[in-house]
């Protein structure tokens, strides 16, 4: 039997390789270089939700309007309310 430790890493090292190449490095990224790197990569994205997110191109207007919107009220939370809100959907989603 694995002790808790072991297995906790067995079911870590498992969730990632069930991760595309793109997610993985993320969260390998954010899990060696902590929070900073997670403050970094939200002040990126709450720039580009504030711009507009202007390569969206292929979404219909009404839909861009939408994603804006969603993602604007998302921003808002902070990094804290926004990475326990994709931490949430990841367990919904049965991937963490």
Excluded: K
């Excluded at 919107?69 to 931490?87: D, F, I, R």
């Amino acid at each position: 039997m694995l002790d808790r430790g072991r297995r906790h890493r067995r079911d870590h090292d498992r969730r990632l390789a069930d991760l595309d190449d793109e997610e993985r490095t993320f969260w390998q990224r954010a899990e060696a270089e902590g929070e900073q790197s997670l403050n970094q990569d939200f002040q990126e994205v709450a720039e580009w939700v504030e711009s507009g997110m202007p390569d969206l191109d292929a979404l219909s207007a009404d839909d861009h309007h939408i994603v804006v919107q969603a993602l604007t009220e998302a921003v808002s939370a902070g990094p804290a309310g926004s990475c326990t809100s994709l931490a949430i959907d990841r367990r919904t989603n049965g991937r963490c």
